[in-house]
């Protein structure tokens, strides 16, 4: 189970970015997948998480209504489209397969609390920065 997350870049503040997250060795849809992020000197936040096939999906308070998950069955592939983004945004971002007890899942965290540790098979962040 590999994941690599691509896309960041620098960008002014309000302006938008689409981040990639290809998976490799699984099938995408099998499992839930996280973003999460980390900004200098900061713990890794949750972003949001897209459930297994058909699920659905959740967003922390600070991007939901900017930050959209989606995936790409046939790519095999998530997607995190970051729209008017903030200088906050700032940061590398991950993303990661949901486990319960070390083992892959197909949901999202039931009380929608993304956490670090409920998730693994962490993936090569990429690097956000928008300036203001």
């Known amino acids: 189970v590999q994941l690599q997350a691509s896309g960041g870049g620098l960008v002014q503040t309000g302006s938008s970015l689409k981040l990639s997250c290809e998976a490799s060795?699984?099938?995408?849809?099998?499992?839930?997948i996280g973003w999460f992020r980390q900004a200098p000197g900061k713990e890794r936040e949750g972003v949001s998480c897209i459930a297994g096939s058909g699920g659905s999906t959740i967003y922390s308070d600070y991007v939901k209504g900017r930050f959209t998950a989606s995936r790409d069955m046939a790519k095999n592939t998530m997607y995190l489209q970051m729209n008017s983004l903030k200088p906050e945004d700032t940061a590398v971002y991950y993303c990661a397969v949901r486990k319960v007890f070390g083992i892959p899942t197909q949901y999202c965290p039931i009380n929608e609390i993304l956490r670090e540790d409920d998730f693994g098979s962490w993936g090569q962040g990429t690097q956000v920065t928008v300036s203001s």
């Open positions: 060795g699984f099938t995408l849809g099998d499992y839930a």
